[in-house]
């Protein structure tokens, strides 16, 4: 069992950044993926980015490839986003989730473990 808790999102300009942390419970962390999903209003949640359990692979979408980097320190169990060069579509409700397994997983269905979100609102 995972339990996560995100922290880290506000209000930015356009051109700013932000740092998203995940804290997790749990003894299970290290042997995850983990991935940041956001949820725009009125649109689906969409993987952000992804990584494997060890930390040695990692997946961006193309809208935040070059922007966003995801990283994860086991031996503290937390995971982060750093956001750059935020844009006013980066707006969102972001989630991070654990996975049920190891590997690097893009989909969706895969994760079963989510925290209660953190808004990230960018403005022009």
């Known amino acids: 069992q995972v339990q996560l808790v995100e922290s880290g999102g506000g209000l930015v300009q356009a051109g700013g950044s932000l740092r998203l942390s995940c804290a997790a419970s749990g003894r299970t962390f290290s042997t995850v993926g983990m991935g940041w999903f956001r949820q725009a209003p009125g649109k689906e949640r969409v993987l952000v980015a992804a990584?494997?359990?060890?930390?040695?692979?990692?997946y961006y979408a193309d809208s935040v490839k070059g922007r966003f980097t995801m990283s994860r320190d086991n031996s503290k169990n937390t995971l982060s986003l750093q956001m750059n060069n935020l844009k006013p579509e980066d707006t969102a409700v972001y989630y991070c989730?654990?996975?049920?397994?190891?590997?690097?997983?893009?989909?969706?269905?895969?994760?079963?473990?989510w925290g209660q979100g953190t808004q990230v609102t960018v403005s022009s």
């Open positions: 990584i494997n359990g060890i930390g040695s692979s990692t």
């Open positions: 989730a654990a996975s049920s397994v190891m590997r690097l997983t893009t989909a969706q269905s895969w994760y079963n473990h």
